[in-house]
C-alpha cells in the first residue's frame, strides 16, 4: 500500500470544502505531500504531477527526486477548476495509487465599484440585492466578493455557505480580500435569479475605530475604519463559451432588514419588525438604489485562509434563575462564537437579550466588567408573526464566553433550546498530546481551547473584551507553539503579511497588526514577524514567503539597529510582560504588568539578536549568501554589545540576573556554554528558595522550562508545571479554568483580566518539544529530532504531530521496570531519536526502543 495524504498546494492543505482549495495566482504552484506506506524505511524515488484545466495541460513527467515537492511554473486559468493528479514512487519501486483532487485559482483582476447604503447609519446593518437573469445553459460561474467588515451571501433565499465572519480581517486600506466562489453555479437557476449580501460593520467599523478616552496613549483610532461597502463580480460562462459577467453598480438595490444592527463588540439586534421577507429572492421590491462608495485604498486579493467556522456545538451544562424572567446558563467551556436559540412562540414586542461573560459574580450573577467597554450582548424583537424566526443566531458578532444570561423568555422556557456555537478559523489538524498526568494534559486542553478561542483572521490576544488584536509581542512565543497543534499554512503567510502591510518607509512595524493598538515602531520583542517566517519553513518547508518577505524581514530588524546605540536597543514597551504581580513594577501602563526584575531594553536587544540569527538562517536557505553572511555578522555585533554591556562572568549572570535574563541568554545561546551550568543554577536556587515563585513573563515563562529541561533540572520545570497553589497553571484549574489566564492572579479588577488569553499558552510547546521531544531539524520535517525528557513522576506522555509529511506519533512509558520509547515516523522523513545516552537514526515506520529503568 502507497497512498498519499496531506497534499497542499501552496502549502496549504487541500480539505474537503472548495474554500480549502483555493490558491492565489503567482509565478507558480508549489505541491507538497506525505504518504503513507506500508513498508518501512521507505522514500521516495520519483514522482509526477498533472494538472489540466481551461486551457491547461501539464505533465511534470516522472522526476527522481527524494523531495516530496513539485512545482509548476506558469499561469493557471481563473475561476475554473484546476485538476491535479499526483503520483510517487518509493525506494522499493512501488507506484502509490493516484491522488486526484481540483484546486482552483481565485485570483481576478478587479473591476467592480463599491457600493453601500445610501443612507449611512452606523452600527445598521446594510442589505444589498442584485437580479439577474439567465436565459441559457450555464457551464460554470464564479462569484467574487467583498464585504467589509463582514459579509453574508445570499443566492435566492438561500445562505451561500456555512462560513462566518468572512472575509478575513485585514487592514483594508492597504489589502482587502475577496472571497472566491469558484462553484456558483449549484446555486444559479434558469430565469430570474437574485444575490442578496447583508454587509456588518466588523472591523470596518465599531466602537474602537474612534479614540477610546482613557484608553491609553499608545491606542489609536484605526486608518482602516469607514462605511461598510460591498464591491463583487460575477462571472457566467454559457455553454458553448460565452461569458458574461456583473459587477457591483448602481444597478443593486439596498434597504434594512431583521438582522438591524450590528457591532462586533457590543453585539447584534435582530428586529423582526423590520424583516424585508423575501430580499434575496427574485421578485421583491422595497429596496432603493445602492449608492456608490469610493474603495477603502486596499489592494484586491483573493482570501486564501480558510474560513471561520462552527467548529462545535456546546450544550447547557447547568442553569440558575437569577432576578425575575432571567436565567443564566453555563456551557462549561470558555469560548468564542455566540448562542444559537430555537425561539418559542413569541408577542409582537417581545424582546429577548442574551448577555454574555466569562466569569460569574460571587451571587451567580454574570462578571462583566473585565469586557470593559464592549456590551457583548445580543437582542431580538419579535414581530408576533410569520415574520419571526424559528431559530436566531447572531450573523455579524461574536463573543468570548463560558456563561451567558437569557432575559425575556420568562421562567418556563427550556434552556435546552439554548447551545453555544463556537465559531474560529478552520485550522483543525490531528495533532494530540497526553500524558500520566491529569492536570498537565489537562493544561493542554486549556492551551488547545485558548488558541481556538483566538483564531478568527488573525490570531487574537483575546476574544471577549474591547480589544481582539493581533499583539505580536505575545505571538512571539506563541508562534512556536501553535504549528504543532494547528494547521498554519496559510494562517501565518496571512500574518506575515498583515505585518508588512503595517511597515513605514523605514521597516517599522507595529505592535498589532492589522494596527489599532500599541506602537510604532513596535516593542522590539515582536520578533513574532520572523518567528512566523521561521515556523513555515520548518514545519512546512514554506521558502516562498520567505523569499516573498525576506526584505520586510530584514527592514525590521534595520529598523532596530536603527534605534540602537552601539547595538544596544534603545527602547521597549512591555519586554517580558505580565509576570506574576510580585514580581512588576507598580508603573499604571497596562494595569501594572511591567516587569519589575527584567529591563526591556536587555529583552529588547535579545530579540535584536535573534532576528540577526533568524535573517542569517532565512538567507542562507534563499542562496543569498552576502546577507546570510551579513547578518550572522551583526548577529556577533549585538551579542557582543549585549554581553559587554550587561554579562558577568563571574558570577555568571545576565543584566540583573533575573529568571528572565539568565533564562532568555541560555535560550538564545549567548551565554557561553561551560558558564551555562552556573547561570541556570542561579535560576534554579531562586525558584527553590521561593516555593516556586517564579518571576517570568509572558515570554520568559515558556524558555524558563525549555532552559530548565535543557540544562540539568527538569525537576523544577515539572514542579512549575504540577504546582497548584498560586502562581501556576494549576491554581487557574483549582479556580475553574477551561482556558489559559492573562494573568496568574485571580483578579477583580477589570484592567487586564481575561481568562482566554493565548500567551501563556505557549508552554504548551513544551509539551510536543521536550516532553515528547519532537522538533523539525530539517524544512519540513524532513528530518526531526525525538528527543523526550522524562520527568521522575510521571509514568507516560504521548503525542501525535499532524505534520506535512504525515503523523509523527511518540509515546513512552514507564512500565515492568523499563523505560519503552515508541516512535511512529512518517514515509520519506527521518528521526533522530535521542535515547538512553545514545542517538539512533531511524528512518520510516514503527520503532520500539527500551531501557532500563534506574
Ligand atoms: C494585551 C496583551 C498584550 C498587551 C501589551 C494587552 O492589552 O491583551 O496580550 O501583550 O496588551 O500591552
Not at 434597504?255 to 429572492?281: L, M, Q
Not at 493581533?470 to 504549528?483: H, I, K, L, S
Not at 479588577?749 to 509539551?767: K, L, Q, R
Request: hydrophobic letters at 40%; a negative charge.
Amino acid at each position: 500500500m502507497l497512498q498519499l495524504t496531506n497534499v497542499s498546494v501552496n502549502y496549504g492543505r487541500l480539505k474537503e470544502s472548495v474554500r480549502t482549495r483555493l490558491i492565489e495566482a503567482g509565478a507558480s504552484a508549489t505541491f507538497t505531500w506525505g504518504a503513507l506506506s506500508d513498508r518501512s524505511d521507505a522514500y521516495q524515488s520519483a514522482c509526477r504531477a498533472r494538472l489540466s484545466g481551461d486551457g491547461l495541460a501539464w505533465d511534470s513527467g516522472w522526476v527522481e527526486q527524494r523531495v516530496q515537492e513539485l512545482r509548476y511554473e506558469g499561469a493557471l486559468p481563473e475561476g475554473t477548476p484546476i485538476a491535479l493528479t499526483l503520483q510517487i514512487r518509493d525506494d522499493a519501486g512501488e507506484e502509490s495509487e493516484l491522488y486526484t483532487n481540483v484546486f482552483y485559482n481565485a485570483s481576478v483582476k478587479w473591476k467592480a465599484g463599491w457600493i453601500g447604503a445610501a443612507e449611512d447609519e452606523p452600527g445598521r446593518t446594510v442589505y444589498l440585492r442584485r437580479e439577474f437573469s439567465i436565459d441559457r445553459p450555464v457551464a460554470s460561474a464564479t462569484l467574487y466578493a467583498c464585504g467589509i467588515g463582514y459579509q453574508k451571501l445570499y443566492v435566492n433565499g438561500e445562505a451561500m455557505d456555512g462560513a462566518a465572519l468572512d472575509p478575513a480581517t485585514v487592514d483594508y486600506s492597504r489589502t482587502c480580500q475577496y472571497v472566491t466562489y469558484p462553484d456558483f453555479a449549484a446555486h444559479l437557476k434558469p430565469g430570474a435569479n437574485c444575490i442578496g449580501a447583508m454587509v456588518g460593520e466588523g472591523w470596518r467599523r465599531n466602537h474602537l475605530a474612534k479614540e477610546q478616552p482613557g484608553a491609553g496613549e499608545l491606542n489609536r483610532p484605526f486608518a482602516y475604519a469607514g462605511q461598510p461597502a460591498f464591491t463583487a463580480m460575477l462571472r457566467v460562462t454559457y455553454v458553448g463559451g460565452d461569458t458574461e459577467w456583473l459587477y457591483t453598480d448602481g444597478q443593486w438595490q439596498w434597504g434594512r432588514g431583521a438582522h438591524f444592527s450590528n457591532d462586533i463588540f457590543n453585539g447584534e439586534t435582530c428586529d423582526a419588525n423590520h424583516a424585508s421577507v423575501g430580499w434575496s429572492r427574485p421578485g421583491f421590491t422595497g429596496f432603493a438604489p445602492a449608492k456608490t462608495l469610493k474603495a477603502s485604498g486596499g489592494r484586491m486579493r483573493p482570501m486564501i485562509l480558510n474560513p471561520v467556522i462552527e467548529h462545535k456545538r456546546w450544550p447547557v451544562l447547568s442553569s440558575w434563575p437569577v432576578g425575575e424572567n432571567s436565567v443564566v446558563l453555563d456551557f462549561g467551556q470558555n469560548l468564542a462564537g455566540v448562542l444559537r436559540v430555537e425561539l418559542p412562540k413569541l408577542n409582537k414586542g417581545q424582546t429577548i437579550r442574551l448577555s454574555h461573560a466569562e466569569e460569574l459574580n460571587e451571587d451567580g450573577t454574570l462578571f462583566t466588567e473585565p469586557l470593559r467597554s464592549a456590551q457583548a450582548t445580543d437582542t431580538y424583537i419579535a414581530s408576533g408573526d410569520g415574520r419571526d424566526l424559528s431559530v436566531w443566531q447572531p450573523i455579524f458578532t461574536y463573543h468570548g464566553f463560558r456563561y451567558a444570561r437569557i432575559d425575556g423568555l420568562g421562567a418556563g422556557f427550556d434552556v435546552r433550546r439554548v447551545t453555544a456555537v463556537e465559531l474560529h478559523t478552520d485550522l483543525e489538524i490531528r495533532s494530540a498530546f497526553r500524558c500520566g498526568d491529569a492536570q498537565v494534559t489537562k493544561i493542554h486542553e486549556l492551551c488547545v481551547a485558548t488558541e481556538r478561542a483566538n483564531q478568527h483572521h488573525i490570531l487574537t490576544d483575546c476574544p471577549q473584551r474591547d480589544e481582539r488584536q493581533g499583539w505580536m509581542n505575545d505571538a512571539t512565543v506563541r508562534f512556536e507553539e501553535t504549528p504543532y497543534n494547528f494547521d498554519i499554512g496559510r494562517m501565518f503567510p496571512k500574518l506575515i503579511r498583515d505585518i508588512v502591510d503595517t511597515q513605514n518607509a523605514d521597516g517599522a512595524m507595529t505592535c498589532t497588526a492589522p494596527f489599532v493598538f500599541g506602537g510604532q515602531p513596535a516593542d522590539p520583542v515582536c520578533s513574532s514577524f520572523l518567528v512566523a517566517g521561521m515556523q513555515s519553513y520548518m514545519h512546512l518547508g514554506n521558502k516562498d514567503i520567505l523569499a516573498e518577505a525576506f526584505d520586510a524581514f530584514a527592514a525590521w530588524e534595520n529598523c532596530l539597529l536603527q534605534h540602537s546605540d552601539d547595538y544596544i536597543v534603545n527602547y521597549g514597551y512591555y519586554g517580558d510582560w505580565a509576570s506574576p504581580s510580585y514580581a512588576c513594577s507598580d508603573d499604571a501602563m497596562g494595569d501594572g504588568a511591567k516587569s519589575a526584575v527584567t529591563p526591556e531594553v536587555f529583552m529588547s536587544t535579545g530579540y535584536s539578536y535573534h532576528n540577526c540569527r533568524m535573517l542569517s538562517t532565512f538567507a542562507a536557505a534563499l542562496g543569498r549568501d552576502a546577507d546570510a553572511k551579513h547578518w550572522a555578522e551583526m548577529a556577533g555585533k549585538v551579542r557582543a554589545a549585549l554581553m559587554d554591556k550587561w554579562y558577568d562572568p563571574a558570577e555568571a549572570k545576565l543584566c540583573t540576573g533575573s529568571q528572565a535574563c539568565q533564562v532568555f541568554g541560555l535560550w538564545l545561546g549567548i551565554i557561553p556554554e561551560a558558564d551555562a551550568p552556573r547561570a541556570v543554577r542561579r535560576v534554579h536556587d531562586e525558584l527553590a528558595a521561593s516555593d516556586y515563585r517564579f518571576t517570568t513573563g509572558n515570554l520568559c515563562t515558556r524558555y524558563l522550562m525549555d532552559v530548565l529541561s535543557r540544562y540539568g533540572y527538569l525537576e523544577d520545570a515539572w514542579t512549575l508545571l504540577t504546582k497548584q497553589t498560586y502562581p501556576s497553571y494549576g491554581f487557574m484549574l483549582q479556580q475553574e479554568a477551561t482556558t489559559v489566564w492573562e494573568r496568574f492572579e485571580l483578579k477583580k479588577n477589570p484592567g487586564m483580566n481575561s481568562h482566554n488569553h493565548p500567551m501563556y499558552g505557549a508552554v504548551d510547546y513544551w509539551f510536543y518539544a521536550y516532553l515528547c521531544g519532537i522538533r523539525p531539524t530539517k524544512p519540513g520535517y524532513e528530518e526531526f529530532e525525538v528527543a523526550p525528557v522524562f520527568p521522575e513522576k510521571l509514568m507516560s506522555a504521548q503525542a501525535v504531530v499532524d505534520t506535512v509529511r504525515g503523523e509523527i506519533a511518540v509515546r513512552w512509558t514507564k512500565r515492568y521496570g523499563k523505560l519503552h520509547l515508541h516512535v511512529t515516523v512518517p514515509f520519506g522523513t527521518t528521526a533522530k531519536v535521542s535515547f538512553a545516552g545514545e542517538t539512533h537514526t531511524a528512518g520510516s515506520g514503527f520503532h520500539v526502543f527500551s531501557a532500563p529503568l534506574e
